[in-house]
């Protein structure tokens, strides 16, 4: 999590040694992919995941890689705010109204207009704990900031012309099965299950 007195993390710290990690914005983004795809099963996804993060140099100890992977899925998923709020279901994570794969113009389109950043141009360069700062603080004038609030806008009150336009705007923008920011925090969730499973 970003801090404004500590240095971005770069590293982790195993057995006395530091081992460099590369936690800029796309990388951590092709994880949340990772988590979505189908072809590979949930051991797989863990060494998979472990490659993306560190560079080949690393050796897969399985201690190492185990406890590596469930620290990286807490550290990219961790929040500052609603920590503390529970909901009915005490297993279930608050629900966030939005996929970095599905969103990705919106984003990318959000971040040119509000701070002049070219999210493609930043690729490799731009730390996760700075995208996330970024990305929560975009102005509700912004695309991105519009589509959520379509898709958070309750029909409560609304009738004829009103209701079918909020209707008709959150189906055009609704999100496909499995994509938004919460279900992926849940199959990393389940990945991580099922590697201290074994």
């Known amino acids: 999590m970003l801090s404004l007195t500590e240095e971005l993390t770069q590293s982790i710290a195993y057995k006395g040694r530091e081992y460099p990690i590369d936690l ?3 990388n951590v983004l092709r994880f949340y992919q990772l988590l979505d795809d189908a072809d590979f099963d949930e051991a797989e ?3 998979a995941a472990f490659h993306i993060f560190f560079d080949e140099s690393i050796p897969e100890d399985p201690e190492f890689l185990m ?3 469930k620290l990286l899925g807490e550290y990219v998923s961790a929040s500052p705010y609603g920590n503390d709020v529970k909901n009915s279901d005490s297993n279930q994570v608050p629900i966030r109204y939005f996929s970095f794969t599905q969103d990705a113009p ?4 959000s971040f040119m207009e509000q701070y002049g950043i070219d999210l493609v141009e930043e690729q490799g360069k731009l730390h996760w704990d700075k995208f996330k700062a970024l990305l929560d603080g975009l102005g509700p004038e912004t695309q991105f900031r519009q589509i959520v609030s379509i898709r958070q806008r309750k029909a409560d009150g609304l009738e004829g012309e009103e209701l079918a336009q909020l209707m008709e705007q959150q189906q055009y923008y609704r999100l496909t099965d499995g994509a938004s920011v919460d279900a992926q925090t849940q199959r990393t969730d389940a990945m991580l299950d099922a590697l201290f499973a074994e």
């Open 24 to 26: 800029t914005f796309d």
């Open 67 to 69: 406890n590596v992977v």
């Open 45 to 47: 996804k863990i060494i």
């Open 106 to 109: 919106a984003i990318y389109a």
